[in-house]
């Protein structure tokens, strides 16, 4: 078989790649080594009949906000796509003491909440800045930055910016987000409220970046909100299928790929699935750089040192999640968070920087941060009338545990069914301290370990569903790796697409537009097509 693009995986940046280019005229293979499509994105019932819980991922933010959205956003509604989402409070966090800090999706009425008049003027006016600079700033987050883009868009940022702003600016990259939160605010407010967000981008509290991250993400909450799919997220891949198969997309579950296949320093096809499968222009591939140059190019393909930096590729924390399926909606000592559909069990960085470190240190910690999510206050079609479900996510949970940081619970054996329970037993008592009415409500619980995750999906490497750390020195310029960092690998005609590809993880599929754009930008294809013909006459 022989067409013009293969994308390797379906997840985000794959459904993204092949519709947009299937859009531009191209002939499209997309290859996915599971029987489904989707990868992190599913909805199923997973606890009783009637209630429908989003496996992974959920929140939709970043495709609303972003360009591909822009792009197919159009399409994919058409074909019944529908999205839900919140006006007014947006999410909160609630501490240990009962503390709880509530964001709306109006900046003013957020920072009203505040108890210094400073605090409130400075969140303002950080919100502010970074609407200023938004051109360049999204320039960076969706461009190739090892071109002219990076010039281009930084260029922009020194102009609006000037020399203080500038070095401002490059002063919160590195910094982490605990520091930021000292340095700027007095009370603890705009710490206890944004920094368990940084567990949704791979880092934690004392990681570089976080001083940068924290504006980023506020600003997207309160501009995007939250929005989920209406009927669970398995809505979203349908959609994405139907606009697929109408553009002549050739869709091919069940075939992992075995090997991307080199003639004359090109990529030209992959053997998936017991079949070749030849490629006249582009192999796109949404895989780690684990498996990229480790394990489907040939040796010899890469330069020792990018094949030794691929080896050296850090994944980060493990993750679990936990549904549960409950009798009504939880009672909540705060009723202000009956109605906000992310809610972070966290003091801030204080609870959540020690449950990082327990987890990077192999510990299971004594008290995690626990993401609460209530879709069902969005969407009540996912629950039985009169009925609720949580959606829990844990970011700080080790692949494999050495110790338990409580001193109660067994690790010998791994995740055992029996340590899943026990540690989701630790997770449902944090949050009855907040709703006592919890146990009485809960129905049915089920438990998604790290290692179920690996398992799940061969691109969540140690139960990292980030594609890979994101810190500092393996983000931005430096992702995946300082010698391999542009989404055109070293192999011509092979592209490199993913979360382990900048700008990292999350549903905006970004990196799967940036490349499509790329390959189908006028003057391109032509030079591809060539370069393809020229190799495969020589076969």
């Given amino acids: 078989m022989r067409t013009d693009a293969i994308v390797i995986g379906s997840g985000v940046n794959g459904l993204v ?26 909805s199923e019932e997973r606890t009783l009949p009637g209630y429908i819980h989003d496996t992974y991922s959920s929140w939709h933010p970043l495709f609303v906000a972003g360009k591909a959205y822009a792009a197919l956003g159009d399409e994919l509604h058409r074909r019944g796509l529908e999205f839900r989402n919140a006006d007014g409070p947006v999410t909160a966090s609630v501490a240990d003491d009962g503390r709880v800090v509530v964001a709306d999706r109006d900046p003013e009425q957020t920072a009203a909440g505040f108890a210094h008049p400073g605090d409130r003027a400075r969140y303002l006016a950080a919100l502010r800045d970074l609407q200023d600079q938004a051109g360049p700033v999204n320039g960076l987050m969706a461009a190739e930055l090892r071109s002219s883009a990076l010039l281009r868009h930084g260029a922009g940022l020194v102009r609006g ?19 930021w939160c000292r340095r700027e605010f007095t009370g603890a407010e705009v710490d206890h409220l944004w920094i368990p967000w940084l567990l949704h981008a791979g880092l934690a509290p004392d990681h570089a970046s976080g001083g940068f991250m924290l504006p980023v993400m506020a600003a997207t909450t309160h501009g995007a909100g939250l929005p989920v799919v209406v009927g669970g997220a398995a809505r979203f891949v349908e959609a994405f299928r139907s606009l697929l198969v109408e553009r002549g997309v050739e869709i091919r579950t069940g075939a992992p790929v075995d090997r991307i296949l080199v003639q004359a320093g090109r990529a030209v096809g992959v053997a998936a699935g017991g079949e070749t499968i030849w490629a006249n222009r582009a192999v796109l591939a949404s895989v780690t750089p684990t498996a990229l140059y480790g394990e489907l190019l040939p040796p010899g393909a890469v330069s020792h040192k990018i094949a030794r930096q691929a080896r050296q590729f850090r994944y980060g924390r493990g993750e679990m999640q936990i549904h549960v399926a409950l009798s009504a909606p939880l009672g909540w000592r705060d009723d202000r968070l009956s109605k906000i559909p992310l809610t972070h069990l966290s003091d801030g960085s204080g609870s959540t920087g020690i449950a990082c470190a327990q987890a990077e240190a ?27 479900a949580l959606w829990l996510q844990l970011h700080e949970t080790p692949f494999a545990p050495v110790g338990d940081a409580a001193g109660r619970l067994t690790v010998t054996d791994g995740w055992t069914p029996a340590l899943a329970k026990g540690y989701a037993d630790r997770v449902l008592d944090r949050i009855g301290q907040h709703a006592p009415d919890l146990t009485a409500k809960v129905l049915a619980v089920d438990v998604i370990t790290p290692a179920d995750l690996a398992a799940a999906n061969p691109n969540a490497v140690a139960g990292d569903p980030y594609g890979g750390s994101a810190e500092l020195d393996q983000n931005f310029l430096w992702r995946p790796m300082p010698n391999a960092a542009s989404h055109q690998t070293p192999v011509a005609g092979l592209w490199h697409i993913g979360a382990s590809t900048h700008p990292g993880a999350g549903l905006g599929g970004a990196s799967g537009h940036l490349v499509a754009q790329i390959l189908t930008r006028p003057g391109r294809v032509r030079a591809g097509t060539n370069a393809v013909a020229s190799v495969l006459r020589r076969r």
């Fill in 17 to 42: 790649a092949a519709a947009e280019l299937a859009g531009a005229g191209w002939s499209v293979t997309l290859v996915e080594g599971n029987d489904r499509l989707g990868g992190f994105i599913r």
């Fill in 161 to 179: 910016l000037r020399r203080a702003g500038t070095e401002r600016w490059l002063r919160d990259m590195v910094s982490s987000g605990r520091s």
């Fill in 362 to 388: 192999g510990l299971l910690p004594e008290r995690p941060t626990v993401v609460v999510g209530q879709q069902y206050v969005l969407d009540g079609s996912r629950v039985p009338d009169g009925r609720a």
